[in-house]
């Protein structure tokens, strides 16, 4: 669950660095399965942004109001056109 650092006033640093670490670490996973994401105060550009682009709109499973459910393959089971500069969608 991403729901912090705080990013709704300037000085706060907002959660981009959080997006981006679950979506390596879920993408390192080694087990079957997926990694269950769910990020809050997508409403936001930034958040939206940065969830489109690690999360991966296509694992996007539901979004109610400002809270997104993502489901995160490894990559080690994604098959078909990865490259080294798509690992993450």
């Known amino acids: 669950m991403i729901d912090a650092p ?38 936001r550009k930034v958040e939206k942004a940065f969830a489109e682009e690690f999360l991966c709109r296509k694992y996007l499973v539901k979004g109610v109001g400002r809270l997104w459910h993502f489901e995160i393959p490894p990559a080690s089971n994604v098959t078909g056109g990865q490259d080294e500069n798509s690992w993450f969608c």
């Open 6 to 43: 705080r990013g709704y006033f300037a000085e706060a640093p907002g959660r981009m660095g959080a997006i981006f670490s679950a979506a390596v670490m879920a993408r390192a996973r080694k087990g079957s399965g997926v990694t269950h994401v769910f990020l809050h105060d997508v409403d």
